[in-house]
């Protein structure tokens, strides 16, 4: 499978405790993107990387969430001190270019009880 | 007002039906545009991108028109399997992906 993979795609967690989500990209690319999604809205965007550098963050990134690229391959979204709010689908994309159509990975889905 | 907004249904339709989907943008400065179809409790799958002069695949024709700033999607000879939330989508600045809430359509035997 080519596709965009994430690890785990579940992930249960007690509030206060730290989570870290793995996105692989389809190989070739060389844009990643991380977006979140809730219960009945539309995923909203969190970072994206252009191979190693991260040239966007959104407002919703607050101070407890960090996204690395560290050898402009796979991702990972670290996420310390969960709260419940935290509580949604976490969606790795990728592309080829900007403005490129974005492909979606299966998603991680995260529950802070 | 959402950036992107779109009419949340739900469309119930019998199998065979014509079905169309509209969505507004607020970004005249949007650059790319495209419909995403997600299943349940799944990622969003890309449908089609949309183009200026129209473009159609199979069954789905997708319009767009800048001075509106408007989107649609149609969708003919409905199918049980095209069940879904379909997503309006808009790349306003080059990189992220703007959605909208999506369109819940029920295709009904």
């Known amino acids: 499978d080519t596709g965009v993979s994430q690890d785990p795609r579940h992930k249960i967690t007690k509030r206060g405790q730290n989570v870290t989500f793995r996105c692989d990209p389809i190989s070739e690319h060389n844009r990643l993107y991380w977006y979140r999604q809730t219960l009945g809205q539309g995923p909203e965007f969190l970072t994206y990387f252009q191979n190693e550098a991260q040239l966007e963050k959104s407002r919703l990134l607050s101070d407890r969430f960090s996204a690395e690229r560290p050898k402009g391959s796979f991702s990972t979204l670290e996420i310390q001190r969960t709260e419940q709010g935290d509580s949604a689908m976490y969606l790795c994309?990728?592309?080829?270019?900007?403005?490129?159509?974005?492909?979606f990975g299966p998603g991680t889905r995260l529950t802070v009880t | 007002r959402k950036e992107v907004e779109q009419d949340p249904g739900p469309f119930n339709v019998p199998e065979g039906a014509t079905v169309a989907f509209n969505c507004t943008y607020s970004n005249s400065a949007s650059q790319s545009f495209f419909w995403y179809r997600q299943d349940c409790r799944k990622e969003p799958k890309l449908l089609m991108s949309?183009?200026?002069s129209g473009n159609e695949d199979g069954r789905f024709t997708a319009q767009l028109n800048r001075a509106s700033q408007y989107i649609s999607l149609l969708i003919r000879d409905s199918k049980l399997s095209d069940s879904a939330t379909y997503l309006c989508v808009v790349n306003k600045d080059g990189n992220k992906l703007v959605f909208g809430a999506g369109t819940i359509l029920r295709v009904k035997s």
């Open positions: 949309v183009y200026s």
């Open positions: 994309a990728s592309s080829l270019s900007w403005r490129g159509e974005q492909y």
